[in-house]
């Protein structure tokens, strides 16, 4: 097991740079989840870890050592791929101990780590049978099984609950945390899922455009994105932004969204904004859980204001409100038994005490 | 089944009007009408095919004037001569070696090409395909002339290194090779097209695989391509293996079974008997003997290809 390490690497194709020079610290037994719209250069830099594609500049360390012109095989790695690239014409046994037996361990310990690693995976009856036997779940777990057997620094996953279905990439996703729990493996995944980046990593990193946007824990994240990429893609559905700017009316703040709508903020929030030219244009973020139905207490830094709804979405535990304001589609979250209907008018509650404040030109959260 | 028209039986009906239905009743069903279109194909068959192997059949048994029925006479007279047996020697070398070589010049050139960037294969692809698109007999001519003993290139150019002049159709062990040469020269690039498509069907990712797991170049083609390509090398080389056994016209032009019957395999060896030397049942005993030996060599390769398919 061993750390990772990125420094100003840089991937070219042609004149296309698909990764813009990223710094990443990966520490030992962690779980690092790269996500990112498609084309973000996630999967580029993981497959460049791997030493499956060459790097254009910069350094990649594994265990401390630069690995640039190391051959994938003395990296010491381990990667499970999206259509989990089992051999067909092995059984599951042979494709798991294929690596061990290329480095021609004794068959005695072949045999034991094999049988470890099935057990661990639970595919122990399926020892025997060929990829082409096996459900899309069992496949998956073989091509863990191969990952693990060989013990190596570090594993490498690329999008591979991709080809699953919904109900059985959820128990998969547990599955690979359970392994996760038990071999402590430095692991970099990488997906376009924001649902498994968020639920499975120590730490996620946010891929956009060949650059990092944001390295930090889920919740942080989620609760304290630093740019408005980051607001937008962490969160389903996604935070909504309205453009609004910021006004002292006799000594409070307040945030003005269109002429007839603009609320005071909450103590906490004017501190924060206060500093702050009142000229420029910004974004008020708000995540569709703190766009509610109005109640008939209203905490502090809780503000009302009417509205009428174009779709609502039943979701059970909750229902989604669409609604237009001020030409910006919004979306809100209200409780099943609000009353919400499609086309009806509606008084939504609006938590400023949640709310972001963007930098609508430069796209950072302020 | 669905494609049987479901029709009430009509209880009491005259019987004509049954017939008639029952003929509908055919004419409705998939498997007729697909039957009904195969016909052409099935009677063309019939006729340039099946008709010739069983007259074949029916010819091999009978006297050189073909006026008394001898049974097994003609393979008897053939076991007996030595020239038979050369024959026999000269096709197994000839289709065995030639095929080997195509397989593996095929495979090693289709290598080659599937690492060529895209843009420049295709032009590639179709520059090595030449010599399996121009007609044999064409290019057998071309060949014979560059084997000529006094005035050819071959010769020529060995000359400046002190070689030859080789008698590249004289000797009966040239002559062998100059014929196993052309018929690989002519053949590999089939092989080469069809393992190039085989290749292509390999995912990458196994490959990236295995590089990670720690496969050499080496071990990725013995672990990765082979098995991959085990079907495709497999009925290649079965269809290869008949064409080449029952190949005519290279030997023909080339050596037309000289010297002294050392390059005759089946084919010319039969049109010799059959065709120059007036003794067509004995021709058509000859030609009949490639039949066992290409049906076992295709039951063979045939079970391995089935069993494969349902493995995998």
């Known amino acids: ?366 | 089944m669905a494609d049987v028209a479901l029709q009430p039986d009509s209880v009491g009906a005259a019987q004509p009007v049954r017939k008639r239905s029952g003929l509908k009743k055919a004419l409705k069903r998939k498997s007729t009408a697909a039957f009904l279109m195969t016909l052409p194909l099935i009677i063309l068959i019939a006729l340039l095919v099946l008709y010739p192997a069983f007259y074949s059949l029916h010819l091999a048994t009978l006297n050189k004037s073909m006026q008394r029925f001898v049974g097994l006479g003609n393979f008897e007279f053939l076991f007996k001569r030595d020239t038979f047996w050369l024959v026999v020697k000269q096709s197994c070398i000839f289709a065995i070696t030639a095929v080997l070589f195509k397989a593996l010049i095929g495979f090693i050139v289709a290598h080659f090409v599937h690492n060529i960037p895209a843009k420049g294969q295709r032009k590639w692809r179709g520059m090595l395909l030449v010599p399996w698109v121009i007609p044999p007999a064409m290019s057998t001519l071309a060949w014979l002339w560059l084997f000529d003993p006094s005035y050819s290139a071959f010769n020529y150019t060995l000359s400046f290194f002190g070689i030859g002049p080789i008698p590249w159709t004289g000797d009966a062990d040239w002559a062998r090779f100059s014929v196993i040469l052309v018929n690989v020269w002519y053949g590999a690039p089939f092989f080469m097209i069809m393992y190039l498509a085989s290749l292509k069907s390999v995912p990458e990712q196994l490959y990236e695989a295995a590089a990670i797991d720690g496969a050499n170049w080496w071990q990725r083609i013995w672990y990765v391509t082979l098995p991959m390509m085990r079907n495709i090398i497999a009925i290649t080389t079965l269809f290869s293996l008949i064409v080449t056994f029952a190949n005519f016209d290279i030997v023909r032009i080339l050596t037309a079974g000289g010297p002294l019957d050392h390059t005759h395999i089946f084919a010319t060896w039969a049109f010799r008997i059959g065709i120059e030397g007036s003794d067509i049942p004995l021709g058509a005993s000859v030609s009949l003997f490639m039949v066992p030996i290409l049906a076992v060599a295709a039951i063979f390769i045939l079970r391995d290809v089935n069993k494969r398919g349902n493995e995998s």
């Not at chain 1, 067909?88 to 068959?107: D, I, Q, W």
């Not at chain 1, 045999?111 to 082409?132: F, G």
């Not at chain 1, 409100?321 to 030409?327: I, Q, R, S």
């Open chain 1, 1 to 366: 097991m061993a750390d990772v390490a990125l420094r100003k690497v840089v991937k070219r194709y042609d004149d296309v740079e698909a990764v813009r020079g990223i710094d990443l610290d990966i520490a030992d037994h962690e779980f690092i989840v790269l996500v990112g719209p498609s084309g973000c250069g996630k999967s580029t830099t993981l497959r460049m870890i791997a030493g499956l594609e060459d790097i254009s500049d910069g350094d990649i360390m594994i265990g401390g050592d630069i690995v640039n012109d190391v051959p994938p095989k003395d990296r010491d790695i381990a990667m499970v791929f999206q259509n989990y690239a089992l051999y067909p014409h092995m059984t599951v046994a042979e494709n798991m101990s294929f690596g061990l037996r290329l480095k021609h361990y004794p068959k005695a310990e072949i045999k034991a780590r094999v049988t470890e690693a099935a057990r661990l995976l639970d595919i122990t009856d399926l020892i025997d049978r060929k990829p082409k036997q096996l459900s899309g779940g069992q496949r998956q777990r073989v091509a863990m099984g191969r990952a693990i057997v060989r013990n190596p620094k570090v594993f490498l996953f690329d999008e591979p609950l991709s080809n699953l279905d919904a109900k059985l990439r959820v128990q998969m996703r547990i599955e690979i945390k359970k392994v996760h729990q038990k071999v402590r493996t430095t692991t970099v995944y990488v997906t376009h899922d924001q649902v498994e980046a968020m639920t499975l990593a120590d730490r996620v990193v946010v891929m956009n455009k060949g650059r990092i946007e944001q390295i930090g824990t889920p919740n942080e994240l989620y609760h304290r994105p630093a740019t408005r990429f980051v607001a937008g893609f962490i969160g389903s559905p996604a935070m909504n932004f309205l453009p609004c700017r910021l006004e002292d009316v006799g000594g409070t703040l307040q945030i003005r969204l269109t002429d007839r709508i603009a609320f005071a903020l909450p103590p906490a929030r004017a501190a924060r904004y206060n500093s702050l030219p009142r000229t420029d244009k910004l974004l008020l973020g708000l995540r569709p859980e703190h766009l509610t139905e109005a109640h008939a207490h209203l905490g502090p830094g809780v503000e009302t204001f009417d509205t009428v709804l174009d779709v609502t979405e039943p979701m059970g535990m909750e229902t989604l409100v669409y609604f237009v304001l001020e030409g910006t589609p919004v979306c809100g979250r209200v409780d099943p038994n609000a009353g919400a209907k499609d086309g009806a008018p509606m008084r939504l509650a609006m938590d400023l005490n949640n709310m972001h404040l963007l930098n609508e030109a430069t796209g950072v959260v302020l």
